[in-house]
């Protein structure tokens, strides 16, 4: 009962924050979309002066964070992502996600410690969607690079030059490679040197395949070469590299899955537990001895969970 009107306000000042943020997203102009796509995240200073404005952020807590180089990374995360959210916007239901999971942890568990645990982790839910959204746009950009690269070769082949080529490849693929194509076209129309714009997009997409096509053109640009027969190879070249790291998938998938499995088998035996015998687990939740052990148990599995996570990360 102590804890309602806390619980209370808390829900609507959440409320209308999310309101007010997605007001301004809507709001948003579309040539401040534009010219946030036209202005990655880099440590380029005349990059950073194309910015229309920059978010308002708390002075001292920007400039420590920035010192650190958190909103950097963050920011160029969510471009990653494809995702254009300011990112104080992150940081704020960040905050009120922590407060929700303290608020909610406190009354159902009654436990300072429990209650932060819950705060932390429902704190990561955005980060996690970040995280999610990007690994699905850089699969797929990797999917799409091998034909975009086949066709950018027929093109050339047929006498046009690569930004032409780049033209046909955005006319006739999807995104995410359609989306960054274009916005290299755009800043190359703008008077962005080519080579330029493609090593903007290299911090967009962080891909290692896309990577080894832009130190392609550029070497190209310095040394001079037929650039459809270095695209031939080096579609051949991505091809090989996925194909590799789908056999590495395939012969860690065993190991992956024992570790999924060791984590969450605690978890899922306290459930059983719970329902065919409610009483057994009441020791671990309401006796002061139990609840330590549940602690120490809940730290030591996320540490297995995160060394079986580091020893199967293959870097080839």
Request: proline share 5%; aromatic share 4%; charged share 20%.
């Amino acid at each position: 009962m102590e804890l309602t009107i806390p619980a209370a306000v808390f829900a609507l000042v959440l409320i209308a924050t999310l309101a007010l943020i997605n007001r301004r997203l809507v709001d948003a102009p579309a040539s401040e979309e534009v010219l946030r796509r036209l202005s990655p995240p880099t440590d380029r200073v005349d990059l950073e002066l194309a910015r229309k404005r920059k978010p308002q952020e708390s002075k001292l807590g920007h400039a420590l964070l920035r010192r650190i180089n958190l909103l950097r990374k963050l920011e160029q995360y969510m471009w990653q992502a494809g995702l254009y959210w300011r990112v104080s916007e992150i940081l704020i239901a960040e905050l009120l996600l922590i407060g929700l999971g303290m608020a909610v942890g406190m009354m159902a568990l009654n436990d300072l410690l429990l209650a932060a645990g819950c705060g932390a982790a429902l704190s990561t839910l955005p980060l996690l969607y970040v995280g999610f959204r990007r690994q699905r746009r850089l699969k797929a950009f990797a999917r799409q690079l091998p034909h975009a690269l086949d066709l950018t070769k027929s093109t050339m082949e047929a006498g046009h030059s690569l930004p032409r080529a780049f033209h046909v490849v955005v006319g006739e693929f999807s995104d995410p490679i359609a989306s960054e194509l274009r916005t290299v076209l755009e800043q190359a129309r703008l008077g962005v040197p080519m080579v330029r714009a493609l090593e903007d997009m290299l911090t967009r997409v962080p891909h290692e395949d896309l990577r080894l096509m832009v130190s392609a053109i550029k070497m190209q640009t310095e040394v001079g070469s037929s650039l459809a027969h270095i695209m031939g190879r080096l579609s051949e070249v991505i091809r090989t590299r996925q194909r590799l790291h789908l056999q590495i998938r395939a012969l860690t998938a065993q190991a992956r899955m024992g570790g999924m499995v060791i984590g969450l088998l605690p978890v899922a035996l306290i459930g059983i537990f719970s329902v065919i015998q409610p009483t057994f687990p009441h020791m671990l939740f309401y006796d002061p001895v139990g609840v330590k052990l549940l602690k120490i148990a809940i730290g030591l599995d996320v540490m297995a969970l995160v060394a079986i996570r580091r020893i199967l990360r293959l870097k080839y």
